[in-house]
């Protein structure tokens, strides 16, 4: 009788890790959802005469959301290179995939770039990308 009783303890001890990793793995993508948010915590940007052209931006991976998601690149930060984009965040030299590219012209005139980041060591995916005029 004491060999089901250690199969039910073996069977336990294996479900609980399984069961917690299984949590924190939904609940990290959960997270990372969060991350792509409109982020106009304070309204700075509810103003702006660009405003609804920047929330109107989409590129094929989906909406950008607004100026207040994006970051503005430096010209030393980004780059084309044999037809396609690539920028540099966090030190790091990332490549744009062509469906993150925004088509349209760039009404602000800077070069934008709309990263999603998750976890640590640093991992993101590039959502939406616009080129300036490099000055």
Request: proline letters at 7%; charged letters at 25%.
């Amino acid at each position: 009788m004491t060999a089901p009783r250690q199969t039910r303890a073996g069977w336990r001890d294996l479900m609980i890790p399984a069961t917690l990793g299984v949590m924190l793995a939904v609940s990290g993508r959960i997270a990372a959802l969060d991350t792509a948010a409109a982020r106009d915590l304070d309204g700075r940007y509810a103003n702006s005469p660009l405003k609804e052209w920047f929330d109107g931006l989409h590129s094929g991976k989906g909406p950008c959301c607004s100026d207040a998601d994006g970051t503005a690149l430096s010209d030393v930060d980004w780059e084309a290179k044999d037809g396609h984009y690539r920028v540099r965040i966090q030190g790091q030299w990332w490549d744009v995939p062509e469906e993150a590219v925004i088509k349209e012209p760039n009404r602000a005139g800077r070069t934008m770039v709309w990263p999603v980041y998750y976890g640590a060591p640093l991992r993101l995916e590039i959502r939406c990308f616009i080129p300036g005029t490099m000055t």
